[in-house]
């Protein structure tokens, strides 16, 4: 992993290989093994997780049981359908007659237009758990969706940390 990205998500790209994006059902993930004798490598995928990070933030409570199911009622489509229009309207364009039905991104787009604002006087954003500062000077052609998914990709990042020394102590 190189863990220098502007956004502090560290990046599984090598020599132009995604290695997160290798085909989960055609074997290409079997060559990658543990060094460790009788060692494994865990993968950990969590139900709507950048969805549940934004919540936290915005102060918005998922019911019990899948945030995707939740969605698709309040959408009144289905499962995948509802997780395509989530992820589409998180990391690009909040339509405004979502905003309008739908407290979750009404609020999500609030926080965005705030960040944005903060982000244009300071010149940095401060994350939320381990206080990294991001600054203008080291990203490019900055918009509010794009600072808004780097944001995201940080709050994952620190949170796994804090999950990880939580279940791994003093390594």
Do not use: C
Not at 112 to 140: G, H, R
């Amino acid at each position: 992993y190189n863990i220098y990205t502007s956004t502090g998500r560290p990046s599984n790209r090598f020599g132009g290989i995604n290695f997160a994006a290798l085909n989960k059902t055609d074997g290409s993930r079997e060559q990658f093994i543990s060094r460790y004798k009788n060692g494994v490598l865990v993968e950990m995928d969590y139900d709507g997780y950048h969805l549940r990070l934004i919540a936290d933030r915005v102060d918005y409570e998922f019911p019990p049981g899948s945030v995707h199911e939740h969605m698709a009622k309040l959408y009144g489509v289905d499962y995948n359908e509802a997780k395509s229009l989530s992820f589409q309207y998180l990391y690009g364009y909040i339509p405004d007659d979502v905003k309008q039905n739908n407290e979750y991104f009404r609020k999500v787009s609030y926080y965005i237009n705030l960040l944005w604002s903060e982000y244009k006087s300071k010149e940095f954003i401060v994350s939320d758990i381990y206080n990294k500062k991001i600054f203008k000077k080291n990203l490019t052609d900055m918009n509010a969706n794009k600072l808004f998914n780097y944001t995201i990709q940080l709050m994952e990042t620190e949170n796994n940390m804090k999950v990880l020394s939580e279940l791994i102590p003093n390594v």
